[in-house]
């Protein structure tokens, strides 16, 4: 795994890697300097099987492998070694192109790893819930990594739209049947989108599932990015969106993903290029 191209923000906060495994495909590693922290996103397959429709690699479904623990590690280590030692914690993010849950013992064991060579680092991992067993495999098996998120993207509630958001998915009822046995910290992320899932009623419905929510679980409200070739819009609810979930007493978190200018932000990050058809 090496860097073959580093494309930086216009605000100078996010640097988007393309890194080139030994068979000749490329992925990309999105760096931000965040306030009080360094977040390395990384890829951890290259494409995705998934298919949602809010992601690049979900509209241009072209899966090919997933990364070993050696690249997986590899291609963390080369953004690393380029950050500036500023005393600021560094978090690797597993919320990059492909889904972790299905890479599962190389992404755990790169984990460990890396727990283990960078002390002191945070660690955190996206999944669409697949495999919801894992997630309690995953407490057990990241038992030493002590600073750890988990982050499952929920998107909504309701198993029939959910399957039209994210074509290869579980059922909420089933996710939920072994998060809510997790114990460490957990967030349900959500991204609204017009028409789709950012009406009253869907945020409602939201509502009474997560009506007993515990200690360790928060909802975030994520920002749709553009993705090219998809026809999906930017909700224009935002605000009464978080409203009604302050008002039902949940802990909400609202972020805006970095490096949108760069196709750097969430959701839009590529792989499944070959070296011959990059084209940055």
Same mark, same amino acid.
């Given at each position: 795994?090496?860097?073959?191209?580093?494309?930086?923000?216009?605000?100078?906060?996010?640097?988007?890697?393309?890194?080139?495994?030994?068979?000749?495909?490329?992925?990309?590693?999105?760096?931000?300097?965040?306030?009080?922290k360094h977040i390395i996103c990384y890829s951890t397959q290259v494409g995705c099987a998934?298919?949602?429709?809010?992601?690049?690699?979900?509209?241009? +479904?072209?899966?090919?492998?997933?990364?070993?623990?050696?690249?997986?590690?590899?291609?963390? &280590?080369?953004?690393?070694?380029?950050? /500036?030692?500023?005393?600021?914690?560094?978090?690797?993010?597993?919320m990059g192109i492909g889904e972790p849950l299905l890479n599962y013992e190389n992404v755990?064991?790169?984990?460990?790893?890396?727990?283990? %060579?960078?002390?002191?680092?945070? %660690?955190? #991992? !996206?999944?669409?819930?697949?495999? +919801?067993?894992?997630?309690?495999? #995953? /407490?057990? $098996?990241?038992?030493?990594?002590? $600073?750890f998120k988990l982050m499952i993207s929920i998107h909504t509630v309701n198993n029939e &739209?959910?399957?039209?958001? @994210?074509? *290869?998915? /579980?059922?909420?009822? $089933?996710?939920?049947? %072994?998060?809510? &046995?997790? !114990?460490?910290?957990?967030?349900?992320?959500?991204? +609204?989108?017009?028409? #789709?899932?950012?009406?009253?009623?869907?945020?409602?419905?939201?509502?009474?599932?997560?009506?007993?929510?515990?200690?360790?679980?928060?909802?975030? @409200?994520?920002?749709?990015?553009? *993705?090219?070739? !998809?026809?999906?819009?930017?909700?224009?609810?935002? !605000?009464?969106? @978080?409203?009604?979930?302050?008002?039902?007493?949940?802990? *909400? /978190?609202?972020?805006?993903?970095?490096?949108?200018?760069?196709?750097?932000?969430?959701?839009?990050?590529?792989?499944?290029?070959?070296?011959?058809?990059?084209?940055?």
């Open positions: 795994m090496k860097i073959i191209k580093r494309e930086k923000s216009n605000d100078g906060i996010t640097i988007k890697f393309l890194q080139e495994t030994e068979d000749g495909y490329v992925i990309e590693t999105t760096y931000v300097n965040y306030r009080n998934i298919g949602c429709i809010m992601c690049y690699n979900g509209v241009n +479904p072209s899966f090919k492998r997933s990364l070993n623990k050696d690249e997986l590690i590899l291609q963390c &280590k080369n953004v690393y070694d380029e950050i /500036e030692q500023d005393g600021k914690k560094v978090l690797f993010s597993a755990v064991n790169a984990i460990n790893y890396m727990n283990n %060579f960078y002390k002191g680092s945070k %660690f955190a #991992l !996206s999944t669409t819930g697949i495999k +919801p067993k894992l997630i309690l495999q #995953l /407490e057990e $098996d990241l038992s030493e990594v002590r $600073d &739209k959910r399957a039209k958001l @994210i074509k *290869v998915n /579980e059922k909420i009822g $089933d996710i939920l049947k %072994f998060a809510r &046995k997790y !114990s460490r910290k957990i967030e349900y992320n959500y991204v +609204p989108m017009k028409g #789709l899932n950012d009406s009253k009623e869907d945020i409602l419905e939201l509502v009474q599932v997560f009506e007993k929510m515990q200690k360790n679980e928060k909802i975030k @409200i994520n920002q749709y990015n553009i *993705v090219e070739g !998809s026809s999906v819009e930017k909700s224009e609810n935002l !605000s009464k969106i @978080i409203e009604i979930l302050e008002k039902a007493s949940f802990e *909400v /978190e609202y972020y805006e993903t970095d490096g949108i200018d760069i196709n750097a932000a969430c959701g839009q990050m590529r792989g499944v290029f070959s070296k011959k058809v990059v084209t940055y």
